[in-house]
């Protein structure tokens, strides 16, 4: 079964430092655009980037680039969502997903179960 | 960076009736790169329909979606109870990949 599984609830302060996961399995990772979605409490869905696990080679929206820090780990089918400082603002599900077929244009197929973040002092 | 805008905000319809869901783009979508998406409370999205027309896998077959270059439809010829939920666009053509602000389908 082709599967993502996302990294657990966190509960963090602001200025604090974050990485989120999201582990593949049942396909050849490596293969497969994997993107990061956010979604604020109550509100729509947010494309934020995407990686290509086999080399890295990673797009941002404009409007994560330089907030976020989204990298993989093929060797153990890992896709990763970063932050140096979390934000009050940064409190929203986020999601990870893979494209339906190989190539940096795709629709989103697979979804992980979504990590739940939020930074409160 | 494309805009997507979709519409109404809020669809009211009863189970058995047609629903039709609009999203416009604020420049033509690249090969009609445009996917839609349900998404139930407390549930990741789910992948209806891509390349503007293509069902996905085991997606019935009242979920259609048509349109290119800047206007394109989601219609659900008979609505089931389950269908009751919020619906996202998505174009996936340019960088970034944006989703419309998503149109609520409510009994």
């Known amino acids: 079964e082709v599967q993502l599984v996302q990294s657990g609830t966190e509960v963090k302060k602001p200025g604090e430092s974050l990485k989120i996961s999201c582990k593949g399995s049942g396909y050849n990772f490596s293969s497969f655009w994997i993107g990061w979605v956010r979604q604020m409490p109550g509100k729509g869905l947010e494309w934020m980037g995407i990686?290509?696990?086999?080399?890295?080679?990673?797009r941002y929206s404009p409007s994560f680039q330089g907030q976020v820090t989204i990298s993989a780990d093929k060797s153990i089918n890992t896709a990763y969502l970063q932050w140096s400082s979390l934000k009050a603002s940064d409190t929203a599900m986020y999601y990870c997903?893979?494209?339906?077929?190989?190539?940096?244009?795709?629709?989103?197929?697979?979804w992980g179960q979504g990590t739940m973040v939020t930074v409160s002092s | 960076e494309i805009v997507l805008t979709q519409s109404p905000g809020t669809l009211s319809l009863s189970p058995g009736e047609r629903a039709t869901l609009s999203c416009r783009a604020s420049q033509s979508v690249s090969s009609s790169f445009l996917a839609w998406y349900q998404q139930k409370p407390g549930q990741a999205p789910r992948l209806l329909i891509y390349g503007a027309s293509n069902r996905a896998t085991d997606i019935p077959d009242r979920f259609s979606g048509s349109g290119s270059g800047t206007d394109f439809t989601l219609t659900i010829s008979r609505l089931e109870p389950e269908d009751f939920e919020v619906y996202y666009c998505?174009?996936?053509?340019?960088?970034?990949?944006?989703f419309g602000q998503g149109t609520k389908l409510e009994i």
């Open positions: 990686i290509y696990p086999g080399d890295s080679d990673t």
């Open positions: 998505q174009q996936y053509g340019s960088s970034p990949h944006s």
């Open positions: 997903s893979r494209h339906l077929w190989f190539g940096e244009f795709g629709p989103f197929d697979i």
